[in-house]
């Protein structure tokens, strides 16, 4: 497989039920499930080729240059912790910001991609959010 994403772009990836979707994405994301492995080729981010690097390396590449919008948002967010709390701690895990700055970082975040009433929602539950949307609230 061969694809090419820019600078600033985003890729969609589309398909059938069981074609491959998420395996890739968690393979170029270095994410894959044990037993799993690259055989061969490149993963190339910025003329660096990533399938040599080890875990510290990846973790500063995953959430600062790339990242993945898994396929069951039931399981991306633990229903146990806040919003807010989770955001704050994939974004101080990636940036060496305060708990107030990535708290803020999280508002900004939450209101770009059109979640409403940021500074309320990152007190709220990932169930608090469902259909939160649609109706103005």
């Known amino acids: 497989m061969n694809f090419e994403v820019g600078r600033g772009e985003t890729l969609g990836v ?3 039920s069981g074609c491959g979707k998420t395996m890739t994405g968690s393979s170029i994301m270095r994410l894959l499930p044990p037993g799993g492995h690259i055989t061969s080729g490149r993963i190339v981010l910025d003329g660096q080729d990533m399938v040599p690097l080890g875990e510290p390396e990846l973790r500063h590449v995953r959430g600062n ?3 993945m919008v898994f396929q069951d948002p039931m399981t991306s967010l633990n229903p ?3 919003i807010g709390r989770q955001l704050v701690e994939a974004i101080r895990l990636h ?3 305060s708990k107030r700055q990535a708290l803020q970082r999280a508002m900004e975040v939450l209101d770009l991609v059109g979640v ?3 500074s309320e929602r990152v007190d709220a539950f990932p169930h608090e959010l469902s259909g939160a ?3 103005g609230s």
């Open 95 to 97: 940036q060496p910001v």
């Open 80 to 82: 146990t912790a806040t």
């Open 65 to 67: 240059e790339i990242g």
């Open 14 to 16: 589309v398909g059938e």
């Open 133 to 135: 949307y649609g109706s």
């Open 116 to 118: 409403p009433r940021p």
